[in-house]
């Protein structure tokens, strides 16, 4: 085999836990089953920051949070400045043909970052920019498409059905299946097949911005899960550590009650999302045979963060809690590679800054030294079978503190930089998080363990959250780093 294709499939707020190959009740995912029984799945993927800016900061970096400085959700910040080197850029040095399809999360909007092109559907950033309304090209290229279709009119938007885009409200999509924007991804990268250089690899970026809400599918997807068991809350003994941000009965809330059976209809919604990405997959693979691509394409299928759909209370990301922080995590090598692992379950805590130094790796290119995410190669082609780290630190700044967390698959602690609460979980016996082990004498040990790793991983932090060998609540946070503050002010400099 020659340099292999690369497909980095990242679909948007993903749990961990959904997929069909992973045990859940009721979500089927074939397609994403099938891919993990002709790879590797990494049981224990995470994403250290898990919103949609720093996560795509790791991911496209192959940097910690520490290294690439974004702890926290922040637009408008310049992403090249920042992060001159990228995933795709180096493969773009090394020959490739580098695509990006579907959600960026970078600014400008429009910026390649590394990419030869970029055809862009973010989601976000189109009702954002709601001063620019009658710009949408300015910004998305699946809006002025839309328009473009038969029958559809003129001022025809994604938004029309009126769900917005952090909302727990669930309804069927409102036009033609062909159209749904996650439709649109697969047609898109099927088109681009057709148009790539045939003389080069390629590498491309496949961006859903599905599951994430509007929990919007086709019909279809929707009514296959309306009838699955009802949902029934998953409570903790410690949410009261966040009463000050809980708002009851709003759906758009990130913490507070909502009866139960909005949540389910959310699940239905959020779960028929899923299905019709999964068959998006299947369309693309079934593509690169027609092709004669399949077997030199390495794909890898991931997400920036997860959703909490409930858990606890809570909606969305951005907290360190499994629903939000663990993501699926694939990778396929090519099926012409010889001797890689296939079918195998990987429960050693991975993260996205991993992908970039894995993907290298596998197509045979140099990592970079910027780089501190760690090479799964080896795990990936069966010549390695141990751990490439012993715990993992993620945090996100969030509810007016910073949220930090450590996991090593099996125990979590989180430290709560505000008032300094304290949790700890042991994963393997309680996976859904319910009973906080801190205040147990019989696991002070553990406490200390955890604590004191945490207070290693913070000393020299600029927000001022170690004094001493003790962690200090109440230090103000920030949420990009002062060395990347400084890099972005070096780079605008005429």
């Given amino acids: 085999m020659s340099q292999p294709n690369v497909i980095l499939i990242c679909v948007d707020e993903w749990r961990g836990d959904c997929l069909s190959a992973d045990g859940h009740p009721h979500l089927e995912t074939p397609h994403l089953d099938e891919l993990a029984r002709n790879g590797v799945r990494f049981s224990k993927g995470y994403s250290a920051t898990p919103s949609c800016v720093p996560a795509r900061a790791a991911l496209f970096t192959g940097q910690s949070q520490e290294r690439h400085g974004r702890v926290g959700y922040d637009d408008g910040v310049p992403f090249h400045a920042a992060h001159p080197v990228t995933v795709q850029g180096e493969f773009r040095k090394a020959g490739y043909h580098t695509q990006a399809i579907g959600k960026m999360h970078v600014w400008p909007e429009r910026s390649r970052v590394g990419f030869d092109d970029v055809v862009l559907h973010d989601g976000y950033l189109h009702h954002a920019r709601k001063e620019h309304r009658q710009h949408f090209s300015l910004f998305d290229d699946y809006v002025p498409w839309l328009r473009r279709q038969p029958g ?24 033609a299946e062909h159209l749904h924007p996650s439709h649109w991804i697969g047609t898109q990268a099927i ?24 929990y919007d599918p086709p019909s279809w997807a929707f009514e296959q899960y309306l009838n699955i068991p009802p949902y029934e809350t998953v409570e903790g003994d410690w949410e009261h550590h966040w009463d000050d941000f809980r708002a009851d009965g709003n759906y758009q809330a990130s913490y507070g009650h909502i009866p139960d059976r909005v949540v389910h209809r959310a699940r239905a919604g959020y779960f028929g999302l899923m299905a019709q990405i999964d068959l998006q997959v299947n369309r693309i693979k079934e593509s690169l045979a027609d092709f004669g691509l399949l077997d030199d394409t390495i794909v890898a299928f ?10 606890h209370h809570m909606f969305r990301k951005a907290v360190p809690y499994e629903g939000s922080a663990r993501v699926p995590f694939i990778i396929a090598d090519a099926p012409s590679a010889g001797g890689s692992t296939r079918g195998a379950v990987v429960d050693h805590v991975v993260e996205l800054r991993d992908l970039m130094p894995t993907l290298l790796d596998l197509a045979g290119l140099p990592i970079p ?59 393997d016996a309680d996976p859904q998080e319910r009973w906080n082990l801190a205040g147990d004498p019989a696991h002070q040990g553990d406490v200390e363990l955890w604590r004191h790793r945490l207070v290693e991983a913070l000393r020299h932090r600029e927000e001022g959250f170690v004094v001493g060998d003790r962690l200090v609540p ?12 400084e890099a972005i002010a070096a780079a605008q400099v005429p």
């Fill in 152 to 175: 559809v009119p003129a001022d025809a938007d994604y938004f029309d059905h009126g769900v917005n885009c952090n909302s727990i409200v669930a309804r069927t999509w409102d036009k």
């Fill in 474 to 485: 109440g230090a103000p946070v920030v949420s990009i780093l002062r060395h990347t503050r």
């Fill in 302 to 311: 991931t997400s920036d963060h997860g959703e909490m759909m409930g858990d």
């Fill in 191 to 214: 088109e681009w097949m057709q148009r790539r250089d045939p003389v080069k690899p390629f590498f491309l970026y496949l961006s859903f911005h599905r599951p994430h809400p509007p």
């Fill in 369 to 427: 030294d910027s780089v501190d995410g760690k090479s799964l190669a080896a795990l990936v082609r069966g010549d390695g079978t141990g751990p490439v780290r012993e715990w993992l630190h993620g945090e996100h700044v969030y509810w007016g503190q910073n949220l930090h967390w450590l996991t090593d698959g099996h125990a979590k602690y989180i430290w709560g930089s505000g008032k300094g609460t304290e949790e700890l979980f042991n994963l």
